[in-house]
């Protein structure tokens, strides 16, 4: 099977791997390069609980090649701390009781980064929409719904205190 | 029973610069190769072993295959490769042929949407992709390229059979061309799934409807359907029905009579034949009404 | 005077979940996640295609010979049986398969890939039997016995099966003489409910790593509810001690009974066996998740209940027919508590219930959330509403005046505790508006209200035990030591609460000691039954005080004062009498210095402490009868406003109020997230789901074809509500809530669908489809 030596830049660190043809995005940030907090939940684009974002864009790893990301800007959950410092959506999930078994906490706060970056003040209906490809079974969502809107007001930002 | 593949299995990436290099690899008889540009069905389907390709040629950066252009004149000229989160949020495709947009956007979820490609969702033939009523009812043109050059593959002519398409072996598909739409058209594309959304279509109705004076009614519509036969098709004789006479609610209803008629929708996991061939009339009542108000 | 109380107590706060943080971060840590070194090696299972057949012949040779493999595993390398309440499982099978997904190989190799290879070289021939697809078939005397062998399977002795046929328990109620008040009812109401397998679909799939070392020792990593029974019965299998079994298992991605007792981890330690040294990984797929690990039980269900003029609930006649798949090891329990719960919450006088455990060869009936409830609350509360209906009563009414109060007498002859099950009817109908009809959002839906009750008692056995250690750090800073598991309903929260507030420390000074790790961590019975709350939370209050008395007499001596004269108030050590004050720390490991100089006294503090019930008596095995049947009863409500498009068939939720009687809501938000995720999981398995086979194949393994509830799908609004009537023997009065919140869901969909468009629907899934086919017949739909 042919190789392909890609670079990368994975939570703002510039990587250089050797991949084969067939591994993930998910197959090379969990075991390639450690960065277990992206999860596997079906190997087949359904659950989004391998949502990273790729170029700022959400993207289910599960669902496209390593070698796909040469070149590429990938945030995983792990990025999202900054200097010791919770992203809005994080403190707002935790303050707002939304994380429950916590195995798509990363995916939900990947995808909910992106929506808020791309709309910074969502409605109810948009941040549903934004969020249905992240399967949830324990919390039933509306909290989760709830701490977006916070983390969108701006009323949950760690870094601004 | 066979289960899925825990992994992708092996095969070869390549990426070539030429869509010459492509159709010449597509069409060596000794290597299985097979293109793909989102992946999002070519993986799933190699986990299920249905595509066993050893080789896996991407064409997403082929030129023009990802651009978009619009002029009020010619219409939209759409690369295949373009993701459907492209397609769903392009002002221009939202103001001019917000129809596509919609349907474009019921597909799956975000993240899914930026990965998986309208050429793609078109080439995948599954008779209830999002996509293909509305290439239907705006009468789109599939620009294919293969060793001989371009062609012109009416989108009618294109769906031939579930997963299979009017492409011959070493053609691919370059870009969608739709032509703008009649003056004062309105469209709109409803699908019922199991989910309130996202979901794969249980039936999906593309409406469009735009004023005519040929027509008796003063009007002409055009009613595309997906997941209720074995490729999308276009309900040609209800949209007939809508142009002998005066649109009111019994003629909606005979022409959602037969869009219904005009199905053969199969029982699968999602829903049987007949529940598909019910929700098909609703769907169909439905958007002719919402179109019919509109176009007014 | 140091002021008392500086630090509120955290019992009945709202405090930030002690696991958020890993979380949020991905710092925490799952099964999967779990590093090993070069030397792992990678399992993957050959199952069975058939339902039901013979093995007549493997032949492991060719896969073996492929490069990478390193050994390949059959039912010759698992010698006993396992199993729970009724040993009647092969790891691997040995000679015949019963169920689509039976494993009947391992290999294990250098690659998930090169494993999955040597998989499809492994030449199996079978002699298909005819499969029992069916539990009404499975009981008939010409059907195909499944388990032939069933008379010598160890059993519990509280467990009945019945020797010469596919009925691996029997379990019985006789209550009365029903036969004798049938002409006393004014109305009668006989239906039969069908109820298709489900899933419990947590994002996180199984899996399992193992490693046996050279002299046999095990050490198992996974995802498991049940550290402790997992080494239990593992061990048993083996014939080895449950010391030489070591089960270590981090953060659960959500379990719901699904990664409760053992599934694939034993066939992760079989493998494991065969290359010593070597860990060996075995993960599920989402495909083999669905149907390879544990499914919820079909059931078939028939209800005959009676009531008077005064409207008086008189008699009832319930007849189970469990779908419990191919396994029976864990589901003849559920049999049993539906068996002394098929009642639902009422008194009645006159009760007869035959619970039959079937085997079917279908996937392997497990626990999942609600343990039976959920299923058999589908049928009885439809019935109640229909019995109301017929007494032209309103159905809250009637409920109010026939379910369970303190004192009442239940179906197994036991007298109910206190309970606030009348307090959560009135108040989950009230925040609907119940009696006041509301008018559709568009001419072609209708609305409707529903209403549902339940109840459900911790299903296990009566002496399943907890316990706890508390250990301090230099600083008092504080290790707790728990058995349970953190699944994502918040026991590790809880635990830390319990345990702050009983020491008087700040909840910041303690962290969970874990994983849970058999080699480290105080017994568990299981993390399942909604029992950790109330029974790990005594033995955590038990570890508590016994530290806290330890710490008081040390401090007492030191100072020459009573103990009871002393507290422990925000980590210090006070005295009411003298007002000293004393920070934990240091003393808490390194003891205090006697002031006269003569020499030091105490040591390093640790607290222990256990809690098993004692109470619970046997029931009679052909009457049901008895003094106390289970430890306690949780119940609850749930209120449903609906709309129905009659076009399509599709269910929109608008409001769902969920009412449960916790006893003490120690954690209130908690409380109401297992409220909320409740109503929603109950709805997705209402209208959504179910596990379709055609020849007892599954034919819709994945989630493009299983669908669960998303963003969409949720109600419009949840109204939770907590009630508080306390139970005698919980930590502050309380009880479990994680499973009963999804029990009462199902029906009371169905019966506000029955207000809305005037038909009843008695199988589930309401998909679209079967809602609209409904309205078709009735000429409802439009």
Known sequence: MAKHLISLTVNGVREYVEVPSNMTLLTLLRERLGLTGTKDGCSAGECGACTVLMNFEPVNACLTLAVEAEDAVILTVEGLLQDDRLDPVQKAIIDHGATQCGFCTPGILLSARALLDRNPSPNEWEIKDALRGNLCRCTGYLRIIRAIQEAASGGSDDRTS | ?296 | MTEPHKVPSPIGEKVTRVDALDKITGDAIFADDLKFGSDLLYGRVVRSPHPHALIKRIDTDKARALPGVKAVVTGEDTKNRIGLYLKDRYTFCRDRVRYVGDPVAGVIATSVEIAEAGCMLIEIEYQVLEPVLDPLQGIRDDAPLIHPDLEEYPVADFIFPQSGTNISNHFKVRKGDVESVWSDCKVIIERSFHIPHIQHAPIEPHVAIAQVDHTGRITLWGSSQSPFAQRNLIAESLGKSQRDVRVISPYVGGGFGSKAGVSMEALAVVMAQAVPGHPVKLRLTREEEFFCAFVRQGLVAKIKVGAATDGKLLAMKTEYYWDAGAYTEYGVNITRAAGYSSTGPYEIPNVWCDSYCVYTNHPVGGPMRGFGMPEIHWGIEQVMDLVAEELQMDKVEFRLRNCLRAGSITATGSEMHPIGLTECLTKSAQAIQWGTEEPASAPHKRRGKGIAIMWKAPAMPPNAGSSAWVRFNEDATIALSIGGQELGQGSHTVAVQMAAATLGVPMEWIHISGPVDTEYSPYEWQTVASRLTWSMGNAIVAAANDAREQILDLVAEQWDEDPHNLDIKDGQVISYRSEQALPLRNLVVYGLPKPDGSGWRGGPIIGHGNFMPTYVTSLDAETGQGERAVVHFTTGCQAVDLEVDTETGQITLLRVASAFDVGKAINPDQVRAQMEGGVVQGASTTILEHLQFEDGVPINPSFVDYRIASTVDTPEEIIPIIVEVPQDDGPWGARGIGEHSMVPTAPAIANAVANAVGLRILDLPLTAEKVFFALQQTGGAT
Not at chain 2, 59 to 80: C, F, Q, T, W
Not at chain 2, 160 to 165: F, I, M
Request: glycine content about 8%.
């Open chain 2, 1 to 296: 029973m066979i289960l899925p593949l825990p992994e992708l299995p092996s095969f070869d990436y390549v990426c070539p610069k030429s869509y010459q290099q492509v159709s010449e690899m597509l069409l060596q008889p000794s290597v299985d190769a097979r293109l793909f540009m989102g992946g999002t069905d070519v993986f799933v389907q190699m986990r299920d072993r249905t595509v066993a390709s050893k080789v896996l040629v991407d064409v997403k950066h082929l030129p023009g295959m990802a651009s978009i252009e619009y002029d009020h004149n010619v219409g939209l000229r759409l690369g295949a490769a373009v993701n459907l989160n492209r397609v769903a949020k392009h002002p221009e495709i939202i103001e001019y042929l917000p129809l596509l947009a919609e349907a474009a956007n019921s597909v799956a979820s975000y993240q899914l949407r930026n990965r998986a490609t309208i050429g793609g969702n078109l080439c995948n033939a599954s008779p209830a992709a999002d996509t293909a009523p509305a290439i239907l009812i705006l009468e789109a043109d599939l620009i294919v390229v293969g060793l001989n050059g371009e062609r012109v593959i009416p989108a009618n002519d294109f769906f031939l059979a579930p997963g299979e398409t009017a492409l011959e072996r070493g053609e691919l598909l370059k870009r969608i061309e739709i032509p703008a739409p009649p003056e004062g058209w309105k469209g709109k594309y409803l699908k019922l799934g199991r989910n309130a959304e996202g979901d794969l279509a249980i039936a999906g109705v593309a409406v469009l409807g735009f004023p005519d004076h040929t027509a008796e009614s003063g009007y002409k519509f055009r009613i595309a359907l997906s997941s209720v036969a074995p490729t999308p098709i276009r309900a040609f004789e209800a949209e007939e029905i809508l142009c002998r006479g005066p649109i009111n609610g019994e003629r909606i209803e005979a022409a959602a009579i037969a869009a219904q008629d005009a199905c053969q929708p199969i029982d699968d996991v999602r829903a049987s034949g007949n529940y598909r061939k019910a929700m098909v009339k609703v769907l169909t009542r439905r958007g002719l009404g919402e179109v019919w108000a509109a176009v007014q």
